[in-house]
């Protein structure tokens, strides 16, 4: 696929960020997933850019931990997806930030609140067999087991930054001096 060069250097530094998740470098991540965001806004890139870099900064977020902050980002995101006359691909988004919004939910503890994103992005979706496994847990009064969480987490596609769906050849280091060598960074 040829990249348009207005776009090469905001996702070549998500990719780096990708790289840098994969590695469990979570916080370095993040940084670059802001300045992909910074660059793809800047090159008045289309929304989808900035969408899959939200959804990548969750999923960092979350795996630091951080429930409560990906859970309220997720639900910010929903809210402003939220529109009349939504075309396929804004509903199937909002579904998504609903679903990690519900996770997320879940995983600090609020189960209530996680039933109700979760219902609401079935209702949009009925094609997120994690939202939907989760509903059945919870209904049955089971409780979130982390484990078996990450099993369907992992079965179901929920995560962006996998393995096969990142490609090191398009990773670029950032231009601004105040982060390290990517490839130092990731071998460190």
């Not at 780096?16 to 890139?45: D, I, N, T, V």
């Not at 795996?63 to 009349?84: F, K, M, V, W």
């Amino acid at each position: 696929m040829t990249i348009d060069p207005r776009h090469r250097l905001h996702i070549g530094i998500a990719e780096a960020g990708k790289l840098l998740a994969l590695k469990g470098r979570h916080q370095q991540a993040l940084a670059r997933y802001r300045e992909a965001l910074q660059l793809a806004h800047g090159a008045r890139a289309p929304q989808l850019f900035a969408r899959h870099y939200l959804h990548c900064v969750l999923e960092s977020l979350e795996h630091l931990g951080d429930h409560a902050r990906a859970a309220e980002l997720a639900a910010a995101a929903a809210d402003t997806a939220s529109c009349p006359d939504p075309t396929p691909f804004q509903k199937r988004d909002r579904a998504h930030l609903l679903e990690r919004q519900g996770v997320n939910l879940a995983l600090a503890g609020d189960i209530a609140g996680a039933r109700s994103a979760l219902a609401d992005a079935v209702a949009l979706d009925d094609g997120l067999p994690l939202a939907r496994a989760i509903l059945d847990w919870t209904a049955r009064g089971l409780a979130i087991n982390p484990q078996r969480l990450a099993d369907a987490q992992r079965k179901h596609g929920y995560w962006v930054v996998r393995a096969d769906t990142v490609d090191p050849a398009r990773a670029l280091e950032s231009p601004h001096a105040h982060t390290a060598p990517l490839m130092e960074t990731i071998r460190g």
